[in-house]
C-alpha cells in the first residue's frame, strides 16, 4: 500500500497543459478557496447525505475507489474501500481531507491527469463535478486508463430544471456558491461517454425533495421520484457506466465454459440434448443437476457420464434441495469454467444457440446474457397465452424496476462469467432466498452489482417428453411477490 501511495504522490506534480483549460483550473481553484470556509447548511447536509447512501449502494465496500473532485473526503470515507484516492484541485480541500481520513490518499491534481496514476480502479466517482469540467473528452480518456473490465463510472450531477431555485438559494446564502458551469444535458453525457469508450448500464433521477421536512422527504424521494414523468423532477441525476475499450475488454476475454442443466423429470430428452450441445470453446463442461424426479431422469443420466465418449466434460449431481434455482446453484458451485451458463433440459432452447450467447459476452457486447423468447416466431404449443400475457407483463415490470430494458425474464438460458456470479452469491443476504427459480435472483443480483444486462433473442420450441414443471397461477403469484420485494430494495430506496 505504502508503495502504491508513493507512486500517486510522485505523479502529482507537474503537468504540462493547454493554456486555457489552466486558466479555467486556476479560477477553480481560487473559487474554491474563497468559499471552503463557508459551512453546508441544514438543508445542504441533508442533500448531500442522500447523494453519499445512494453512492453507497452502489458501490462495494472494500472495493479500490477513485473520487475525482474529492472535497474534503467525506463522500470517499463512508464508501469504506480498501484503497481510496482521491483528487481536488483545491489544496486546501486534498489538506484537510488527509488530515481527516488518514487511511485515505488525497492529491491536488485535474481529473484530466488521473491517467498518470497509473492503478486500475473499481469504481471511479464524479459527483457534481462534471459541469466544471474544461475538457469532458480529455477527462473520459484518462478516466479509461485507469479502468480494467469491471470498472463502473459513477456520475451525479444536478438537473438544470432546478437552475433558477438554485440560484435564489445561492443568493440568500442558504447553498455554497457555485463557479460558472457547462451545460450538459443527461443526452450528452451518455453521447460524449460513447465517444470515449464507455456505455451507460443504467440510470436514474433522485432527490426531488433536497429539503429535509420528517416524513414529506422521505416519500418524495424514495417514492415520487422513481415514478414515471414525475421522476424529471429529481435535483441529481446519476449514470453508471462501463468501459467497453476493446483494449480493456480483450485482457478479460473468458477461454472456458460450464452450462448447467437442471434435470427434473426430463428422461426422454437427454440424449438428444447432450448430442446437440455444439462446443465452441476449447474447455467446456457440462453439469446436469437431476432434482427429484419420478421418472428414470438419474439412471439415464448415470448411463449417458458412463457412455460418453466426446469432447466434452461431463458431470452428473443429484440436488439437495427442492426447485430450480437450488439446482442451479449447486451446478454453479461444482462448475470449473470462466462463463457460467444456464440451459432448460426440455430442449425448449435449442442448445446449438449456446454459441452467441457465449460470443455476446466474450466480445464484452453485454455482462449478463438473458435470453429473449419474445422475438422470433415460437411454435404453437411452446407457450400458453396466460403465460405469454404473463412474461410480457414482468418483462415491463422489470424495465421499470431495474431500469434497463427488458422483454423476457423467465426464459431458462442465461449467461454470465464466474467472477460476476460470485460478486452476485456474496450479495444475495440483500435480497434473501426465497426464489425458486433462480432467474430473479440472479437477475436482481446482476441489477445490484450494476452487470450490463443484454437480452438474446432465441427460438422457443415446445417440449416432445413430459410435462411442464411450471404452475401458472400459484408460481406467478410467487414471482409477483417477488416483484414488490424488489421494489423496496432496489427501486424506492
Known amino acids: 500500500m505504502s508503495e502504491l501511495y508513493a507512486n500517486l504522490e510522485a505523479v502529482a506534480g507537474a503537468h ?26 441544514r438543508w445542504s447536509r441533508y442533500y448531500y447525505k442522500r447523494i453519499q447512501d445512494r453512492l453507497c449502494d452502489i458501490v462495494e465496500p472494500g472495493s479500490k475507489v477513485l473520487d475525482i473532485g474529492c472535497g474534503t473526503g467525506e463522500l470517499l470515507s463512508a464508501l469504506r474501500p480498501s484503497v481510496g484516492v482521491g483528487v481536488d484541485l483545491n489544496d486546501g480541500f486534498t489538506s484537510e481531507a488527509t488530515r481527516r481520513y488518514e487511511s485515505l490518499q488525497f492529491l491536488q491534481m485535474p481529473g484530466e491527469h488521473v491517467d498518470q496514476l497509473g492503478v486500475k480502479f473499481d469504481y471511479v ?12 473528452q480529455a477527462l473520459f480518456r484518462a478516466i479509461q486508463s485507469v479502468c480494467h473490465s469491471r470498472t463502473r463510472l459513477i456520475i451525479v450531477e444536478c438537473s438544470k430544471l432546478w437552475q433558477p431555485l438554485l440560484r435564489v438559494l445561492e443568493w440568500t446564502r442558504l447553498k455554497q456558491v457555485t463557479p460558472e458551469q457547462n451545460w450538459i444535458p443527461s443526452e450528452e453525457i451518455d453521447h460524449l461517454l460513447r465517444l470515449s469508450g464507455f456505455e451507460t448500464v443504467r440510470a436514474f433521477s433522485m432527490t426531488p425533495a433536497p429539503f429535509y421536512v420528517p ?5 418524495m424521494n424514495r417514492v415520487v421520484a422513481n415514478l414515471p414523468i414525475l421522476h424529471h423532477l429529481g435535483l441529481n441525476s446519476v449514470t453508471v457506466a462501463r468501459s467497453v475499450d476493446p483494449k480493456t ?8 465454459a460450464s452450462i ?27 453439469i446436469f443437476v437431476e432434482g427429484h424426479s ?11 457420464a458412463t457412455e460418453y465418449r466426446g469432447p466434452l466434460t461431463i458431470k452428473i449431481m443429484q440436488q439437495d ?7 442451479v446453484r449447486k451446478g454453479f458451485a461444482a462448475a470449473t469454467g470462466d462463463v457460467l451458463m444456464i440451459l432448460d433440459a426440455d430442449i425448449s432452447v435449442p442448445p446449438e444457440e449456446l454459441p452467441t450467447f457465449f460470443h455476446t459476452l466474450a466480445e464484452g457486447r453485454g455482462e449478463f446474457i438473458n435470453g429473449s423468447r419474445m422475438v422470433y416466431m415460437m411454435d ?41 456470479y460470485e460478486k452476485i452469491a456474496r450479495n444475495r443476504s440483500y435480497f434473501g432466498d426465497f426464489d425458486p427459480f433462480g432467474d430473479f435472483d440472479l437477475l436482481f443480483g446482476a441489477s445490484r452489482s450494476n452487470l450490463k444486462i443484454v437480452d438474446v433473442p432465441v427460438h422457443y420450441k415446445a417440449r416432445t417428453y413430459g410435462e411442464t414443471n411450471i404452475s401458472r397461477f400459484r408460481h406467478g403469484l410467487i414471482l409477483l411477490r417477488m416483484c414488490l420485494f424488489a421494489a423496496r430494495k432496489i427501486k424506492f430506496v
Open 321 to 327: 434441495g427442492k426447485g430450480k434455482g437450488d439446482a
Open 294 to 304: 419420478t421418472d428414470d431422469t438419474w439412471a439415464e443420466l448415470q448411463r449417458i
Open 380 to 420: 404453437k404449443k411452446a407457450m400458453r397465452f396466460l403465460n405469454l400475457l404473463g412474461n410480457k407483463t414482468f418483462g415491463g415490470i422489470f424495465t421499470f424496476l431495474l431500469s434497463q430494458r427488458f422483454r423476457d425474464t423467465l426464459c431458462g438460458t442465461k449467461v454470465l462469467t464466474r467472477n460476476d
Open 249 to 256: 475488454l480483450e485482457q478479460a476475454r473468458p477461454k472456458s
Open 16 to 41: 504540462a497543459a493547454d493554456r486555457d483549460a489552466v486558466r479555467r483550473r486556476e479560477s477553480l481553484r481560487k473559487h474554491y478557496s474563497r468559499v471552503s470556509g463557508e459551512l453546508r447548511s
Open 260 to 286: 448447467i442443466i437442471a434435470a427434473r423429470n426430463e428422461s426422454g430428452h437427454l440424449q438428444r440434448l447432450l448430442d446437440r450441445i455444439p462446443q465452441f470453446v476449447p474447455n467446456q463442461e457440462v
Open 125 to 136: 466517482i464524479v459527483s457534481q463535478t462534471l459541469e466544471e469540467i474544461y475538457d469532458l
Open 215 to 219: 416524513l414529506f422527504s422521505a416519500f
